[in-house]
C-alpha cells in the first residue's frame, strides 16, 4: 500500500508548554496564554525570538485534522528546533530533550501505524548526547535524531563529536540536521534574513565540513538527512569539488571527489520552494535521496 508521508514537520509538546509555565525563569522563554481560547499559545524566548503556537503543534487529535486536511497519511515527527536548548546550562538541556523524546513516544503509541520520530539529544556535551540518543532509540518509532548544523558555534564535525556519529552509525540511527535559532544572526537580522538565508546557510556549512573533515569516509554506513534541501550546498558542489583538487586548505585525503558523498551519505528533503531547484535537486542526488514528502511504504 503506498502512502503520503511527511519527513520534515515539527511539533512543541503541551508537556514543554506547561513546564515551561511554571518556571520561565528556567528555561527562558515566557510564554502567552491571551489566545488560548483559539487553542493557540505565544512563545517569547528570552534571546528575542518570538511566535504563535497553534494547536496542531501540540495537540494530538488537531494534527490528525491537518494531515488529513493535507492529505497526509504518515508523519515523521521531530521537534520544533526552538526547544534544542544547547544554549541552556546541561542539566535543563537533558530535562527538556528527555521531557520531548517522552513526549513524541506517546503521540507514537497513541497512533503507532502513523507516526515514527526524530528524538532531540543535549548536543552541548557528547557524552549526555551518546546516552540520549542510546535510550531514544531503544523506544518504539524512534528512527533518528534531529540536530542543529553548529552547537552554539561549535561544529558538528568538530572531532569531539566523533563518538555521537560513531553511535549513530552503530544504533541505525538517521540524523536529521536542522538549523536553529532563538535570537538574531549578526548581519542577518533585518528582513527575516536569520531564517530565509541563515537556515539553508547553515545546512550547507554543517554537510560541507562533514564531507571535507572526513566524517562520512570514517563512519560510511551514517546517514544524514539535510533540512532545507541542504541548503545551498547541492547548487555549489561543483566549486567545492574543484576546490578540493587545487586547494591543499581543503582537508583530509578523501578516497574520492566530495559530491560522492550526496546521495550516499547525505538525503535532503525537498523544501527548496521552487520546482526548477528542486528538478536539480533530484537529479543531482539520484532517485529516492530526496525525502521530504513521497510515497512510499510505510
Not at 511566535?51 to 494530538?60: A, G, I, K, Q
Not at 558555534?153 to 538549523?179: K, Q
Not at 520552494?273 to 511504504?297: E, F, I, M, T
Request: hydrophobic letters at 40%.
Amino acid at each position: 500500500m503506498l502512502h503520503a508521508v511527511d519527513l520534515h514537520t515539527h511539533i512543541i509538546p503541551i508537556d514543554f508548554i506547561e513546564t515551561a509555565l511554571k518556571n520561565p525563569n528556567k528555561f527562558t522563554v515566557k510564554i502567552n496564554a491571551e489566545k488560548k481560547e483559539e487553542g493557540c499559545f505565544v512563545l517569547h524566548h528570552d534571546q528575542g525570538y518570538v511566535y504563535e503556537v497553534t494547536p496542531p503543534f501540540y495537540n494530538l487529535q488537531a494534527r490528525l485534522l491537518e494531515m488529513e486536511r493535507r492529505n497526509l497519511t504518515h508523519e515523521v515527527l521531530s521537534v520544533s528546533p526552538t526547544l534544542f536548548y544547547y544554549w541552556s546550562d546541561l542539566g535543563t538541556a537533558r530535562e527538556v530533550a528527555r521531557l520531548c523524546n517522552d513526549a513524541l513516544e506517546k503521540w507514537v503509541q497513541a497512533r503507532p501505524g502513523q507516526f515514527k520520530v526524530f528524538g532531540t539529544v543535549p548536543m552541548q556535551d557528547c557524552k549526555s548526547a551518546v546516552s540520549e540518543l542510546e535510550y531514544l532509540m531503544s523506544r518504539p518509532g524512534f528512527v533518528g535524531v534531529e540536530i542543529g548544523g553548529v552547537i552554539e558555534g561549535t561544529p558538528i564535525a568538530d572531532p569531539s563529536y566523533l563518538p555521537f556519529f560513531e553511535a549513530a552509525e552503530a544504533l541505525g540511527a538517521v540524523i536529521f540536521i536542522h538549523p536553529y535559532f532563538v535570537g538574531p544572526r549578526p548581519g542577518l537580522e533585518r528582513h527575516y534574513l536569520t531564517n530565509l538565508i541563515g537556515n539553508p546557510l547553515e545546512s550547507s556549512i554543517a554537510i560541507g565540513l562533514l564531507i571535507l573533515e572526513g566524517v562520512f569516509q570514517k563512519y560510511p554506513k551514517l546517514k544524514v538527512l539535510a533540512a532545507h534541501g541542504g541548503g545551498y550546498l547541492p547548487y555549489g558542489i561543483g566549486r567545492i569539488d574543484h576546490g578540493y583538487r587545487v586547494r591543499k586548505e581543503t582537508g583530509p585525503d578523501l578516497e574520492a571527489c566530495p559530491s560522492i558523498f550526496l546521495g550516499t551519505n547525505v538525503y535532503c528533503d525537498c523544501i527548496t520552494h521552487d520546482p526548477k531547484a528542486l528538478v536539480y535537486l533530484k537529479n543531482k542526488l539520484g532517485v529516492g535521496k530526496v525525502l521530504p514528502r513521497l510515497r512510499l511504504s510505510f
